[in-house]
């Protein structure tokens, strides 16, 4: 089973910055997984922050562009989120999440999605 571990969340003043980790364990060395950020802020639904496949498309949600970076080390099975001029509504949890894959007679087959439990990041104004 793939673990995800996100890590480097904490509590900035606006304007700040943070660096995001999420580090996989358990992947299939035959696929290749696409990697995406999400964040949680309260009373609020799930949203979508930035997103990297393996070839390095990126893609950003329209409230993080020119703040956020999203990169992949593929050799470290890790992802990176770095976080510029942080803002008050940038507080959240932010997740780490992968598709579910399964390598079978020779093919990679979905079945779902793999979340991390969430790294807290909060900025205060």
């Known amino acids: 089973q793939v673990q995800l571990v996100e890590s480097g969340g904490g509590s900035v003043q606006a304007g700040g910055s943070l660096r995001l980790s999420c580090v996989a364990s358990g992947y299939d060395t035959n696929c290749d997984y696409f990697l995406s950020w999400y964040r949680q802020a309260p009373g609020k639904e799930r949203e979508f922050v930035a997103s990297i496949d393996s070839d390095g498309k990126i893609e950003y949600a329209d409230s993080v562009k020119g703040r956020f970076t999203i990169s992949r080390d593929n050799a470290k099975n890790a992802m990176y989120l770095q976080m510029n001029v942080l803002r008050p509504e940038d507080t959240a949890m932010y997740y780490c999440?992968?598709?579910?894959?399964?390598?079978?007679?020779?093919?990679?087959?979905?079945?779902?999605?793999?979340w991390g439990q969430g790294t807290q990041v909060t900025v205060s104004s």
């Open positions: 999440k992968t598709p579910r894959l399964t390598f079978t007679f020779g093919a990679c087959l979905r079945a779902g999605n793999y």
